[in-house]
């Protein structure tokens, strides 16, 4: 199995940046299709990136393509979120995910995940 910690949250004006790191340990990492989710008070946990093994293959959801980039470093066993021109409605608990399947659009379903981290929360204010 694998274990999975988050940094870089925190609390930031609406148009600023952050950058989320999900630090991986354990089994092989570049094993894994990555993802990132979030979950805002009184929400449903939701999909926001992926990427795939080796990194050449992204996918976003809708509010966030142009502002997040998911990359990874299969040589650190890290993978990141970018994260630009941030709104109020990006503040959430933002969560790493690992998926030992397949690169597919189901990758965007939380149910696909097999590994999750703690979290790590970002306040976006306005």
């Known amino acids: 199995q694998v274990q999975l910690v988050e940094s870089g949250g925190g609390l930031v004006q609406a148009g600023g940046s952050l950058r989320l790191s999900c630090a991986a340990s354990g089994r092989t990492f570049s094993n894994y299709v990555m993802g990132w989710f979030r979950q805002a008070p009184g929400k449903e946990r939701e999909f926001v990136a992926a990427?795939?093994?080796?990194?050449?293959?992204?996918y976003y959801t809708d509010s966030v393509k142009g502002r997040f980039t998911c990359s990874r470093d299969n040589a650190k066993n890290t993978v990141y979120l970018q994260m630009n021109s941030l709104k109020p409605e990006d503040t959430a608990v933002y969560y790493c995910?690992?998926?030992?399947?397949?690169?597919?659009?189901?990758?965007?379903?939380?149910?696909?995940?097999?590994?999750w981290g703690q979290g790590t929360q970002v306040t976006v204010s306005s």
């Open positions: 995910a690992a998926d030992v399947g397949l690169f597919t659009r189901a990758t965007m379903t939380k149910s696909s995940y097999d590994y």
């Open positions: 990427i795939s093994r080796s990194g050449a293959g992204t």
